[in-house]
């Protein structure tokens, strides 16, 4: 799946002509004042279309983008967005969304210059009963309300028959399937024998593997755009703009347990009763114990590449959980969530990323730290199976995906879990917490700053996130929470300063403006 797609733009003409650059009524892409429509092949290159620069992480998981094992075609995140979009709509100034007929989060009014107080994402556990229960409700509502504006692609290439290629979904599986279409491949050396994908890498000790979301610099960038992406279309639901996504602090020892009060649990890992430590996941209980995973197939989907695309209405399971478990888990040394000791200790790194750039041990960078990939304490360790015989680190944000198991086990499908949500706003926390650190004078550059081939595509700064539409990089979404419309209520430790300066800066602004003009 494509992730999601503006319906207007998936009509016949435009995707044959390979152009997302509506006719509005003021004017295509809003008019030329706020946008004009721009042809991006030459500005989205291949660096490695040459072959010069082969047997590296990058050229060799592009190779394998730029013609899948088995077919003769070309994978859609192949110099996103050009395989279906050639020219699109670049907004001027603060206008926004894929038509410029929007603003950019954080503005409004007619003309998109009023700047916004940042909306404020709060704790759930500190939400009242009745916010708690609307935050609920909206996620049932939004797994049962069809998608109007957005359609995703069941056949591909969608060029061969536009009008027969795409369906509608509800919003929320939308949101899934943007997940997974930048995440699918991480299955790929699980494939077995007698797939088309083992046959192609049987000559290497691991297939390349274009992982746009994880094990790389724009793991943080790229959910954070994510993040922002699924709130701005909540508010859009609601028709309410000072909507927040709220996040679980999963440090709190003495609140854990009203997560899962809230969320619900299933009979396995710390809630089996009896004991179970048979099974490796478990259907749920509680609000989301009807609630239907899609895209689950996802060896299927990826190893056999005929068809690469996951149709979300097809053959749904429950989502499921163990939380706590460790049956069928070979990652675990523990069982336990992650404490703000290990928080702490990934904070204090100075640089976003160091080379190279990837999941080692060795890089001590942030990134790396918060994602999961580097040892912060002295304890005993959770590491995973490699493919290569050893073990890689397994801490942070992975553990927690690995303690609530199930649906969140599995990362391509892991979005399907409501917790998922909770969890990366958390991350996205945390992420903010770091920047918050430095003055705008001393704010670390995103690395890397130049194009670097030990990262796979997709990481590099001024690369398009893939299957983000409209389209960002990596370097605009390494900034301040509030350049982009939205803060914490939470700073631990003191930290978060510059952060509550600039909201303090935006309200003496605003009183200069209503007072003295």
Not at 106 to 115: F, L, P, T
Not at 120 to 144: H, W, Y
Request: proline content about 6%; charged content about 20%; hydrophobic content about 30%.
């Amino acid at each position: 799946s494509y992730g999601q797609l503006p319906r207007e733009c998936t009509l016949d003409k435009a995707v044959f002509d390979f152009e997302c650059c509506p006719n509005t009524a003021s004017g295509i892409c809003g008019g030329p004042t706020r946008g004009s429509c721009v042809n991006l092949t030459e500005s989205v290159l291949d660096p490695c279309e040459d072959g010069s620069n082969a047997n590296t992480t990058y050229c060799d998981a592009q190779a394998l983008l730029r013609s899948r094992p088995g077919t003769n075609r070309t994978d859609f995140r192949y110099k996103w967005p050009t395989q279906i979009f050639q020219s699109v709509c670049v907004c001027n100034g603060n206008y926004g969304d894929y038509n410029c007929m929007g603003c950019k989060r954080g503005y409004g009014g007619a003309d998109c210059s009023v700047q916004l107080p940042p909306v404020v994402r709060r704790n759930i556990l500190s939400l009242s009963d009745e916010e708690q229960d609307a935050l609920l409700q909206l996620a049932l509502d939004t797994k049962s309300t069809t998608a109007s504006g957005y359609t995703v692609p069941i056949i591909e290439p969608v060029t061969t028959n536009p009008s027969e290629s795409f369906v509608q979904i509800s919003l929320f599986d939308i949101f899934v399937s943007f997940h997974f279409s930048a995440v699918r491949d991480q299955e790929i050396n699980n494939c077995d024998i007698d797939s088309v994908i083992y046959n192609f890498c049987n000559d290497q000790t691991r297939c390349p593997v274009p992982n746009f979301g994880h094990e790389g610099p724009g793991f943080l960038t790229w959910h954070r755009a994510y993040m922002l992406y699924v709130e701005t279309e909540l508010q859009r639901f609601l028709n309410d703009s000072t909507f927040a996504l709220p996040y679980w602090d999963w440090t709190d020892e003495s609140a854990r347990d009203g997560i899962w009060d809230l969320i619900g649990t299933s009979n396995c890992g710390i809630f089996s009763d009896p004991p179970d430590n048979t099974t490796v996941q478990a259907p749920i209980n509680g609000p989301f114990s009807e609630w239907d995973a899609i895209c689950t197939n996802t060896k299927e989907i990826v190893c056999n590449a005929a068809n690469q695309v996951c149709n979300p209405t097809a053959n749904p399971t429950r989502i499921q959980r163990c939380i706590g478990g460790t049956a069928g888990v070979q990652c675990r040394v523990e069982s336990a969530l992650p404490n703000r000791e290990e928080v702490d200790e990934a904070v204090k790194e100075q640089m976003y990323d160091v080379e190279p750039y990837g999941l080692e041990e060795e890089n001590n960078g942030f990134r790396n730290a918060l994602e999961g990939f580097e040892f912060l304490i002295d304890r005993d360790r959770d590491v995973c199976p490699d493919f290569e015989g050893g073990f890689r680190v397994t801490e942070l944000h992975n553990r927690v995906h690995i303690y609530i198991g199930g649906t969140m086990l599995d990362v391509p499908q892991a979005s399907n879990d409501p917790m998922f949500f909770l969890h990366h706003c958390n991350i996205d926390r945390l992420y903010e917490e770091w920047l918050d650190q430095f003055s705008d004078e001393n704010l670390p550059s995103y690395q890397p700053e130049t194009l670097h081939y030990d990262v796979n595509p997709g990481h590099n700064k001024d690369e398009y996130l893939v299957p983000i539409f409209p389209l960002y990089t990596n370097g605009d979404m390494h900034a301040r929470a509030t350049s982009l419309g939205y803060t914490y209520t939470s700073r631990v430790g003191g930290r978060g300063l510059h952060g509550e300066l600039q909201m303090v800066n935006y309200f003496l602004n605003q009183f200069i403006v209503v007072c003295f003009t």
